[in-house]
């Protein structure tokens, strides 16, 4: 509908209703044009005061730049008319047009024109000690705004009231009374006829919503915004509302509908003109939804981009941490879980302190799949700063920090995971409950881990998570592959041309065992009674020292031999014998081993050559970490690893079968992982190595070798 343009003549009423009707028809810019003009013939500081002030309205409802110096020049002449009221109130919407970062002193004057008796100068004063973080001065103060407002009657001085008590809350950490009292002030504005306080408090909302019901049931939150959308009025509110109602969908897990509605919004979002700061929640909540539906692709490489710069004037603020933790995200899903863990920890160490708990969470399920109990102490110090500030955590937050806790080490039990799982799963939440069981199966061997693996593939599916689904299946599948491979005791290498007769009679004696992931097997100086052969699953070899620390002196693959201590004379081991998965194993007692001995000289060169490995495999690992550089030890282990775990790729390259993790790497080589992951990022950066589907992949050998046989 277009405005109609009055003659020059026409009376001021005319001009008046013309600018109504174009503000109402959706181009405040027009009738801002309007009032201007009806200004010019207009003599009194009154009628001249109350004209500036509609004309600051619609100038702000257009999104004018100059918004703020039409509500000073409409204060300046209230303040001439004597009306102290009502230019507060003018300040006060100065201050929220002005973007300048000086625009506190209109709040000053607010409250130095205003005075006592004016709510609208407390107001001013409530907002100036929220933004100085004074919670109980503010409420204070704001109250007696609310209550001024109420004796005068003034439904938008009182809107706004409500929405200062409703931050103050949820600064405070009583989010139920924070969303009570925004229900309310949106109620109160729309009875006002306040648009902007309808459009902002209506946004409040429905991030306070989505705030409290992290972890309940998102769809309530959904639902609410949906109704409350239809209110905003303006293009920018419109956007944001639906940027609101994508994180909700992406959290319930529908992500299909996520991915839609993202790009939907994307595409309208470069012709709304929205300020570049309200535009970044929007692409980033898009963005997010994207990355989890689809991953890597060069729109979301392009919009990441964009954001990184944004976020770089934004040092922890909430850009910057939500960056971080889509590079985290996508490490995740790419199941690089040292790289996701250092952006956590980095975007934890710069966030707002009320972000850190959303920090946690994902933090928790990495800690999860990697056994890092040191991760945990970090999570709980997180933890205890965000609670300090909110109050609280949401109950099953908690119960799932709780659940990873317990499962975490030797005697660690995933019955909590599931448990914590199901319930994300009866609040709807499939992504939540999805991603927790993957971490789980990362934790977790043999059936158990297939088990958790296809049970968060099908909850990652159905939610429309591509990049976590497919990551799922390739565990479960890899699980499958490797749970079926088993190599029996008689095939093992020391029985190698050994006289099967002799073969059978010693494995007579043998006693299959099974040890899950995480079980010392034999400490050191314990007693070694027995020979044992590795039938499925890995054990490691390491040295402890005093202070604990671990360093890994060899991986035994199936068909490997452990106990030779025992063979050579000597009573106890050096060694600590640990489950690096789910394993299983026979045990032949010493006495049938010294027979076989004695019986086969074949059996006892294959003995005597495994023993002189050990023997000589523990000398190089002695002298390289007495003469040699981290850099240069890590070389070569991966050199090591590749030739034990790595096959030929149709690329030309090498693909390790079994993946491992910094913390893992750094026992190899006696380092801090931290050490160990900026040296692998190094070469990841120079084309050495990369990570694919969780393992390590081997670009340039060459250039492995060169740097293992460096002499620095």
């Known amino acids: 509908m277009s405005a109609p343009t009055p003659p020059d003549e026409a009376p001021i009423a005319e001009l008046l209703a013309a600018a109504e009707i174009a503000a109402a028809s959706g181009d405040p810019t027009a009738g801002r044009a309007l009032v201007e003009r009806a200004l010019d013939p207009v003599d009194g500081p009154v009628p001249r005061a109350e004209l500036g002030e509609r004309r600051a309205e619609l100038a702000d409802a257009a999104g004018s730049a100059d918004a703020s110096r039409c509500w000073v020049a409409a204060a300046d002449a209230f303040e001439g008319a004597g009306r102290g009221d009502d230019a507060a109130r003018c300040c006060y919407f100065a201050y929220l047009a002005d973007g300048a970062e000086d625009s506190a002193r209109w709040l000053d004057r607010a409250r130095s024109i205003g005075g006592d008796t004016s709510g609208w100068a407390h107001r001013a004063h409530a907002l100036a000690l929220i933004d ?16 001024l407002a109420r004796l005068a009657g003034d439904r938008r001085l009182e809107a ?20 009570e009292l925004q229900r309310e002030a949106v109620t109160v504005a729309i009875v006002a006829g306040d648009h902007h306080a309808v459009d902002r408090g209506s946004f409040n909302l429905v991030m306070m919503l989505l705030d409290e019901l992290r972890g309940s049931d998102a769809r309530v939150a959904l639902d609410d915004l949906v109704a409350r959308r239809r209110i905003a009025r303006r293009a920018g509110p419109i956007l944001e509302a639906e940027a609101v109602a994508i994180e909700l969908a992406t959290n319930c897990g529908d992500l299909l509908l996520a991915e839609h509605d993202a790009r939907h919004v994307l595409d309208r979002l470069a012709d709304t003109g929205l300020d570049p700061h309200r535009s970044a929640y929007v692409r980033a909540t898009c963005l997010r939804a994207l990355v989890e539906a689809v991953g890597t692709t060069p729109r979301t490489e392009a919009l990441l981009g964009t954001l990184r710069r944004d976020a770089a004037a934004d040092r922890g603020g909430w850009l910057a941490t939500r960056v971080l933790a889509l590079d985290a995200v996508r490490a995740e899903d790419e199941g690089d879980a040292d790289a996701a863990i250092a952006g956590l920890l980095e975007a934890a160490d710069d966030a707002n302190p009320l972000l850190l708990c959303e920090l946690a969470v994902p933090l928790a399920r990495l800690a999860l799949e990697t056994n890092d109990t040191g991760l945990l102490d970090r999570i709980d110090a997180l933890v205890a700063e965000s609670v300090e500030l909110r109050g609280s955590l949401p109950r099953l937050t908690v ?24 319930e994300w799963v009866r609040r709807e939440r499939p992504l939540e409950a999805g991603r927790l069981l993957l971490a789980a199966a990362g934790a977790a061997t043999g059936t158990h881990r297939r088990t958790l693996a296809g049970d968060a593939r099908r909850l990652l599916a159905a939610a429309g998570a591509g990049p976590a689904a497919r990551r799922a299946g390739e565990l479960h599948e890899a699980t ?14 020391i029985f190698a041309g050994v006289d ?8 007579r004696h043998g006693v299959e065992l099974h040890r899950p992931a995480g079980s010392v097997l034999l400490e050191p100086g314990q007693p070694s009674a027995a020979l044992w052969i590795v039938c499925s699953g890995i054990a490691r070899l390491s040295l402890v020292t005093d202070g604990e620390r671990s360093m890994t002196v060899e991986l035994v693959d199936p068909g490997g031999t452990i106990g030779e201590p025992g063979l050579t004379g000597d009573a106890t081991t050096d060694l600590q014998v640990e489950a690096e998965d789910d394993l299983r194993y026979v045990a032949i007692p010493l006495h049938a081993v010294a027979w076989a ?19 000589e495999r523990s000398r190089r690992l002695t002298s390289r970490i007495a003469f040699w550089t981290v850099e240069r030890r890590l070389a070569q282990a991966l050199l090591e690893l590749d030739e034990q775990y790595g096959r030929g790729t149709l690329d030309g390259h090498r693909l390790m079968e079994r993946p491992f993790t910094h913390f893992q790497l750094a026992e190899l080589v006696n380092a801090r992982r931290e050490t160990v992951g900026e040296l692998l990022k190094g070469l990841r950066a120079e084309g050495v190595v990369e990570v694919r589907r969780r393992r390590l992949a081997i670009l340039d050998r060459s250039a492995l070798e060169s740097r293992a046989a460096a002499t620095a």
Request: aromatic share 2%.
């Open 500 to 507: 099967r007769s002799v073969v059978a009679a010693v494995l």
């Open 597 to 615: 001995h004695a019986r086969s000289q074949r059996f006892a060169a294959n003995l005597t050559a495994l023993v002189g490995a050990r023997l």
């Open 160 to 179: 706004l009231a409500l929405l200062g008590d409703a931050v103050v809350e949820s600064l405070t950490g009583d989010l139920e009374r924070a969303i």
């Open 132 to 147: 100085a973080d004074q919670l109980t001065e503010a409420a204070q103060v704001n109250a007696r705004a609310l209550h």
């Open 480 to 493: 499958v592959e490797g749970f079926v491979r088993r190599v029996e005791p008689a095939d093992a290498p």
């Open 399 to 422: 119960r799932q920090l709780a659940a990873v806790r317990a499962a975490i080490g030797p005697d660690g039990s995933l019955d909590q995971v599931r448990e914590v799982a199901e």
